[in-house]
C-alpha cells in the first residue's frame, strides 16, 4: 500500500530531482509517471439496427459498449464515455468513417491509438456497416492505447459488452445473421 498522496509523490520526485542534479546522490533509474485514467459513462442512445441511423457519440466522448436484442429490427444501444486524464477531459479528434463492409462477415479494427465513436448499420446481415474512429489528446499530447483484447463471442441477438476500467471500445466482428457470434475489441490507454 502506498502511503504518500500524489502530491506528496510528485513533491518527493521534484526533491530527488533536485538532488540528482545537484551531484549529491547517482541513480541510474527514475520512477516513471503514471496517468490518472477516469473514464466516465455519458451520452446513450437506442436505434432500430436495421434503419441506417448513423450513431456518433457526442464531441469529447467515446463508445464504451453495444448492445443488441432481436433480430436486424431489434434495438441496439450504444454507450458512449468522457475520459478524463490526469483530470482534463481528453480531446476527440473529428471522426473519420470507415469504408462499408457486408454485416454477416464483418471485421473492424480501428487504426493504430484510434477508437471508435460511431457506427451506421442499414437492413438484415446481408446490409452493410460501417464505422467512425477517431484518435485522442491530452495535454497537447497524443494518447496512445495498448493491451488490446477481444472478447469471446456472443450470440448477437441477446448481445452485451462494455468496455472494463481504463479501457475503450476498438473493434467488432460479426459472422451470420442475428444468431450468429460478436466479439469486440478493446484497448487500454497506455501510461
Not at 434503419?51 to 453495444?66: A, I, K, M, N, S
Not at 457506427?119 to 495535454?139: I, P, V
Not at 457470434?181 to 484497448?187: G, L
Request: glycine letters at 10%; aromatic letters at 8%; one cysteine or more.
Amino acid at each position: 500500500m502506498n502511503c504518500f498522496s500524489r502530491l506528496t509523490r510528485r513533491s518527493l520526485a521534484l526533491v530527488s530531482t533536485a538532488v540528482l542534479s545537484g551531484g549529491l546522490i547517482t541513480a541510474t533509474a527514475t520512477e516513471a509517471y503514471a496517468a490518472e485514467v477516469l473514464i466516465i459513462d455519458g451520452y446513450t442512445q437506442t436505434v432500430r439496427e436495421s434503419d441506417g441511423t448513423p450513431v456518433l457519440c457526442p464531441t469529447d466522448q467515446v463508445l464504451l459498449g453495444r448492445s443488441h436484442s432481436g433480430d436486424e429490427n431489434g434495438s441496439t444501444t450504444y454507450y458512449c464515455g468522457i475520459i478524463l486524464i490526469d483530470g482534463q477531459v481528453a480531446r476527440v479528434s473529428a471522426p473519420a468513417w470507415s469504408a462499408s463492409q457486408r454485416e454477416s462477415n464483418s471485421y473492424f479494427s480501428a487504426p493504430a491509438n484510434q477508437v471508435l465513436v460511431g457506427r451506421q448499420h442499414t437492413g438484415d446481415e446481408n446490409g452493410t456497416t460501417r464505422y467512425a474512429t477517431a484518435s485522442l489528446s491530452a495535454g497537447g499530447q497524443a494518447v496512445e492505447l495498448k493491451d488490446f483484447r477481444w472478447t469471446p463471442g456472443q450470440r448477437e441477438s441477446n448481445s452485451y459488452s462494455k468496455a472494463g476500467e481504463r479501457e475503450l471500445m476498438v473493434g467488432r466482428q460479426h459472422s451470420g445473421d442475428e444468431n450468429g457470434q460478436t466479439s469486440y475489441q478493446y484497448a487500454m490507454i497506455a501510461d
